[in-house]
């Protein structure tokens, strides 16, 4: 049918009198839409841009990338590790991008991601798990404050980690599997359950730094600096905190 909608397959039969009360049948169905020029595309009308808009975005990233490690190396003097660590983020959310074009490019035109999906979960894995350990460091004051963590924050870092290593799964289980099925619900929830506990768990290393240099600027001598990293502090926890209100409760109310 030339109209865009969501079509159906139902199969029916009417159990005739002294006839058997078994069916069995091989079904093979394909679906896709023709475009334009008479091709097929095996995306859904919603999703027949992705490939495109997924190609920009990861130039924006790749573009963003280099204006970062330009940025540092011309302010060397004020760059620590984290800030080589967010170059390296910049880096895995751009190549998890344009692996992810690639794969929806070869499902429009193909049907199947040939392979690419694959090259497209182990970015995007480094580069999920990558942010999260980003945050915590640079919300403990890792590098740029104090070159070391202490008991609580390593113990937070030992529970993203794993949690993040369950999330990736549940990302590639949900990708490959259909939408509707109880165990993809399942593992959809399992996602989106641990994607929240991580991103409640990093305000914890912000919330203590900001309270340590509150304390810290009413009791030493350098009262001005201390309130100038905290005035940062409180800029990076509503950053954080804007961050996964938007990302993980307004996305999915759209949704």
């Known amino acids: 049918k030339s ?14 009198t ?10 093979k169905a394909t679906f896709y839409n023709v475009d334009s020029s008479g091709s097929r595309d095996y995306l859904t009308a919603g999703e027949t841009s992705l490939p495109t808009v997924y190609f920009l975005l990861s130039f924006l990233f790749l573009g963003m990338t280099v204006f970062w490690v330009y ?20 880096m895995f959310k751009a190549m998890s991008l344009l692996f992810h074009a690639v794969s929806y490019h070869f499902i429009k035109v193909q049907g199947q991601p040939v392979g690419w999906n694959v090259i497209y979960y ?26 070391y963590l202490d008991a609580k924050e390593k113990q937070i870092l030992m529970i993203v980690l794993p949690l993040q290593v369950l ?8 990708e490959e599997m259909s939408p509707g099925s109880e165990a993809w619900l399942t593992w959809r929830d399992v996602l989106n359950l641990f994607d929240i506990i991580c991103c ?14 509150r304390i810290a600027a009413a009791t030493d001598g350098k009262a001005e600096r201390n309130m100038n990293k905290l ?6 926890y509503i950053a ?16």
């Open 3 to 16: 109209e865009e909608g969501l079509y159906q397959v139902v199969f029916a039969r009417c159990k005739p």
């Open 18 to 27: 002294g006839a058997s009360t078994t069916v069995s049948f091989e079904l």
């Open 71 to 90: 940025y540092c190396r011309k302010h060397n003097d004020f760059v620590h590790h984290v800030h080589m660590m967010m170059a390296v983020l910049l």
């Open 122 to 147: 182990i970015f995007a894995f480094l580069k999920g798990t990558m942010f999260f350990v980003v945050i915590l460091l640079v919300g403990t004051g890792w590098s740029m404050l104090k070159p």
């Open 167 to 174: 999330d990736n799964i549940a990302l590639v289980v949900i």
């Open 200 to 213: 409640c768990l990093v305000l914890f290393p912000i919330v203590w730094q900001i309270r340590h240099l």
């Open 231 to 236: 005035k940062q502090y409180r800029n990076f």
């Open 240 to 255: 954080v905190v804007a961050y996964i209100y938007f990302t993980r409760i307004i996305v999915r109310l759209l949704g």
